[in-house]
Structure formats: structure tokens, C-alpha cells
T-cell receptor
């Protein structure tokens, strides 16, 4: 079955710096890759996603890149702010609406003011 | 849009009792909802897929008689933890999607503590 690895497990950056979180997946049939942000005591919130027919997607300070050949995808946050501090999860799925998501192990991001 | 509401947000119960958690899709209909469990500082583990009008599909290792799922309407799924034990203490999160080509949206979770 699908396996998703996520690195690093913790990440501390200075406010204003960039943060990069990387994930690798094992199943070449996966074609949908969402990223979720989870704040303490809350459920995960979708922040950005990418489908396998594109290599990069941007939304303001957040971007995601996908390398299908290498089976890895990354989340990039620029100009980080203290409110970006949270746990971020990547996931892989064989279809955005049909198949279950396999989640990575999470990255705890801390943005230092 | 695509708001998933979960209730209660936290619950404390005694060992041996049962607890029901509700998951509602507020502004859309969901034929399928998903129940996850999350231990502290760990990832989300899918427990079961809740199907409106039919039986839930449980993941390997999840006891269907322990975690009863009912999806009686297009906007409501419930998870009942029966005969709860301290090891059932966890963060339970439901999710749903607004249409087959939409991503999953999660509720805010229920923290269950069994004493």
C-alpha cells in the first residue's frame, strides 16, 4: 500500500524566513497531494493541494511543488509569520474525491518572532 | 463553504460507559464521511469510512463492535465508542467532502478522555 514519509518532524525558523517541508510517496498511482495545517486542539485545515498534472502551484505565501518522477512533493512557506506556527501534514491519494488519503507523520513548525 | 461540524469538542467519561460523537456537514450533503483517530503528536489514522444508508467500512485492526458508526442522513454521521476504556482516550476527527471531485474537509475534533 501507499506510504508517505515527511521531513523534518520539527522545524524552527525566524520570522520572515522561508520554511520547506518535504514528503515522499511510494505508490506511483497517487495523483492528488493535499497539505493540511493543524493548530493545537483543532482539526486539520486544507491550505493547498496539487494534482499530478501540474508541477507547481502557488497561493500567496504558500507554494507546493511536485516531482512525479522522484515521487516527492514539497511545501514552501515564504515570509513566515508567528501565526504560521502549527503542525503541517502532507497526504497522498489516488483521487481527490474517491480514494482515502494517506497522511505523512507531520511537521511541527515554529516561527520565532 | 464545505464546513464540517463536530460535537462535542471534548468529553470525559468513565470506564465502561459509551460515548457518541456527532459529525455534521453544515452546508453540503455528504454520502461519505471518514473517521480518524489521532494520538498526541502523531499523524491521523483512518478508522473507518461511513456510508450513508449502508454499513461502514472499517480499516484493518479497528473493532467494528467497539466503534459503532451510523450514517443515517446525508448530513450526519455518528461514532459511538462502546464500553470505553482508558486506552480509547484520543482525539477523534471526522471529515467529509462536498462532491466527488472535492478535497476532504475536517471537523475540529473531539477529545475523548476515559477515566
Amino acid at each position: 500500500g501507499e506510504n508517505v514519509e515527511q521531513h523534518p518532524s520539527t522545524l524552527s525558523v525566524q520570522e520572515g524566513d522561508s520554511a520547506v517541508i518535504k514528503c515522499t510517496y511510494s505508490d506511483s498511482a497517487s495523483n492528488y497531494f493535499p497539505w493540511y495545517k493543524q493548530e493545537l486542539g483543532k482539526g486539520p485545515q486544507l491550505i493547498i493541494d496539487i494534482r499530478s498534472n501540474v508541477g507547481e502551484k502557488k497561493d500567496q505565501r504558500i507554494a507546493v511543488t511536485l516531482n512525479k518522477t522522484a515521487k516527492h512533493f514539497s511545501l514552501h512557506i515564504t515570509e513566515t509569520q508567528p501565526e504560521d506556527s502549527a503542525v503541517y501534514f502532507c497526504a497522498a491519494s489516488k483521487g481527490v474525491g474517491t480514494y482515502k488519503y494517506i497522511f505523512g507523520t507531520g511537521t511541527r513548525l515554529k516561527v520565532l518572532a | 463553504g464545505a464546513v464540517v461540524s463536530q460535537h462535542p469538542s471534548w468529553v470525559i467519561c468513565k470506564s465502561g460507559t459509551s460515548v457518541k460523537i456527532e459529525c455534521r456537514s453544515l452546508d453540503f450533503q455528504a454520502t461519505t464521511m471518514f473517521w480518524y483517530r489521532q494520538f498526541p503528536k502523531q499523524s491521523l489514522m483512518l478508522m473507518a469510512t461511513s456510508n450513508e444508508g449502508s454499513k461502514a467500512t472499517y480499516e484493518q485492526g479497528v473493532e467494528k463492535d467497539k466503534f459503532l458508526i451510523n450514517h443515517a442522513s446525508l448530513t450526519l454521521s455518528t461514532l459511538t465508542v462502546t464500553s470505553a476504556h482508558p486506552e480509547d482516550s484520543s482525539f477523534y476527527i471526522c471529515s467529509a467532502r462536498d462532491g466527488n471531485n472535492s478535497p476532504l474537509h475536517f471537523g475540529n475534533g473531539t477529545r475523548l478522555t476515559v477515566t
